[in-house]
């Protein structure tokens, strides 16, 4: 277990389970939404919260934290799932996913929601920030990190190439970005929307400390972020993370044109329940 | 935190949808399934030149219709609008006619500058056409296009279409296509709402037209406010007010003679609705006008605030910031 001050009594695949049972909860609030990406993303985002980062769920303003960016604003469902399961955010808020006058609105938007770094919905504009946030940080003689999260459509954007080349530019060693490979956006399969391979040459090649891991094997994510971490090149960080939309629950895994999914009412407990089956294993 | 930011929940909230694609439709209303996608395709089969393209948004733009139509014609740009726009420029300038799609937001803010140069400035024939205009969305401001109208308005060269509904967009492609330079439409895609067709109208690129007559009230409206406003004035109706409805589905450039002499009738407050930004969008453009040409009647505006507008259900949302028909009807006889 890493130093983080919220992680010592429960292991990282336990909190992997109630991030993804937390999505699923609030999927079936609303019976549709990004269900499979965060299903997909769980694993990651239970080491980045419970692992790696720096954070005070009591205190989401802390200077001193690790900050991290949703850039694709659409897995805000994912990342309440986390905070909720941190504590930023309390357990019986997850019943207004999606409603009018929640603070858990479809989309991530920072004025709404504690613990959330960014606005999205619109893509490819973490990475510009976490640059920002990463010279600042350094500017300042912080010890913090900037996390960013994005995904694979992103990579159609130009600006976030620019990013790409501007991080490695500056030598932000303190910015560590994971790109979510699960392979589908709005139109199709990214790979087939916009082909990005090869991608870890691209990114070595534009100066970045790339890893590529099976973003669904809790080890490998695991020690792709100490590995980021503890790099001693001054080069901003990416883990390539391929992962499987609806992670966890089979029947969803299986399903075809799934970036937007609804679900039938009967459907979500079935979710849950292969959601428990799985956390013995 | 901005003042968007709600309170945590004390009551139980009521749980409506904040989804980003939903139907404008009202419950029972007459649509049509993707009239602006099955247009495209007719009008396609007749011109060869035309060419569709994306950046990622085909689904949601109805024009993955016209890419299974015409595969060979469609280009799939991936969710990249400055690329979509510079190549759409491209296109062009080779002699091809492009129906490039995306939402209202990413052309308007995201790519203005490659459509503004690459485009507009060449006076390219691109036909731009955008989901999800004003506040037809109740994701939250990335989805939210309250200011494309001011944006596009101020772009030389560019023609601005708000259509109210499935039969106007179905006129309006081929008449988009016979213009020669660039033209901005806001899109409404899905199930869309029919219901100018039982007003014997017919969509003229310039024109204003008037839907129905009143002697009490001009409501001056362009889009989906339109259709509220038809609504609006049979509930005034009731209440013995006569509205009249003049519709302007081509915000620029601006059918001014029509627009002066409706508005130049003597006895008629003039209320101009928009589903946009109070700032620069159709009542701006009619206010100056109107102002310019010395036709002052009394003058009220209905449009959306200049704020981020919040998520949320539609419904809740047009309630909110005033342009529902039940919202609307009731300023317009405080008004009066």
């Given amino acids: ?281 | 935190m901005s003042s968007n930011a709600p309170a945590a929940p004390a009551a139980k909230p009521k749980l409506k949808t904040s989804a980003m694609i939903a139907s404008i439709a009202g419950e029972g209303q007459r649509t049509v399934s993707a009239p602006f996608g099955h247009a495209l395709v007719e009008l396609a089969g007749q011109r060869p030149e035309i060419v569709g393209m994306t950046a990622d948004l085909g689904k949601y733009t109805d024009l993955h219709i016209f890419a299974k139509a015409f595969p060979d014609r469609f280009y799939q740009m991936g969710m990249a609008e400055q690329l979509l726009f510079g190549a759409a420029a491209g296109l062009a300038h080779e002699g091809f006619m492009p129906f490039a799609t995306t939402y209202a937001v990413f052309a308007s803010r995201r790519a203005y500058d490659f459509i503004h140069q690459t485009i507009a400035e060449e006076d390219l024939n691109v036909k731009i056409a955008c989901a999800l205009p004003g506040l037809t969305s109740g994701y939250g401001p990335s989805h939210q296009a309250t200011e494309d109208l001011a944006l596009f308005r101020a772009m030389p060269n560019m023609t601005v279409i708000d259509p109210c509904d499935a039969h106007e967009i179905g006129q309006a492609v081929p008449v988009m296509a016979a213009h020669k330079g660039p033209v901005y439409l806001r899109l409404l895609r899905g199930n869309v709402p029919l219901v100018l067709d039982e007003y014997g109208y017919r969509f003229e690129l310039g024109k204003a037209k008037t839907i129905r007559d009143g002697r009490d009230v001009l409501i001056v409206s362009s889009g989906i406010m339109t259709m509220r406003a038809l609504e609006v004035a049979a509930a005034l109706a009731a209440d013995k007010v006569d509205a009249a409805v003049l519709h302007v589905p081509t915000i620029k450039p601006l059918d001014a003679e029509t627009i002066l002499r409706e508005a130049g009738r003597t006895g008629r407050m003039v209320v101009v609705a928009e589903n946009h930004s109070v700032i620069g969008g159709l009542g701006e453009a009619v206010a100056g006008l109107l102002l310019r040409s010395g036709v002052t009647p009394v003058f009220r505006h209905i449009g959306l605030p200049d704020q981020f507008l919040a998520a949320g259900a539609l419904p809740t949302l047009h309630d909110r910031y005033g342009i529902s028909t039940a919202v609307m009807t009731d300023r317009i006889k405080g008004w009066l």
């Fill in chain 1, 1 to 281: 277990m890493g130093h983080n001050p919220i992680g010592h009594n429960v292991d990282l695949a336990e909190r992997a389970y109630r991030i993804r049972r937390n999505a699923v909860r609030m999927g079936e609030v609303q019976g549709q939404g990004y269900i499979a990406q965060a299903l997909d993303i769980a694993d990651v985002l239970a080491v980045a919260y419970f692992h790696a980062m720096r954070v005070r769920p009591d205190d989401p303003h802390w200077e001193e934290r690790d900050r991290f960016l949703l850039s694709n604003g659409h897995y805000a469902i994912a990342l309440y799932a986390a905070l909720i399961e941190a504590g930023f955010i309390p357990d019986e808020e997850l019943e207004t996913y999606g409603s009018d006058d929640s603070r858990l609105p479809m989309s991530g938007m920072a004025s709404y929601t504690p613990g959330m770094e960014m606005s999205g919905g619109s893509l490819g504009l973490g990475l510009s920030i976490a640059v920002g946030i990463g010279l600042g940080l350094k500017r300042k003689g912080s010890a913090s990190r900037v996390y960013t999260l994005f995904s694979d459509g992103e990579l159609d954007e130009g600006s976030v190439w620019e990013a790409i080349m501007s991080a490695a530019h500056w030598k932000l060693d303190n910015l560590i970005a994971v790109v979510d490979v699960n392979n589908q956006q709005a139109d199709g399969p990214s790979t087939q929307v916009m082909a990005f391979e090869p991608l870890v040459d691209k990114l070595q090649a534009f100066g970045w400390f790339v890893q590529r891991i099976d973003g669904n094997d809790l080890d490998a994510v695991i020690a792709a972020f100490d590995a980021a971490r503890d790099h001693p090149e001054q080069k901003p960080r990416m883990i390539v993370a391929d992962t499987k939309m609806g992670c966890g629950v089979p029947f969803l895994e299986a399903r075809e044109k799934n970036h937007f999914i609804r679900v039938d009412p009967e459907e979500w407990q079935l979710a849950l329940e292969a959601l428990d089956a799985g956390r013995t294993r």
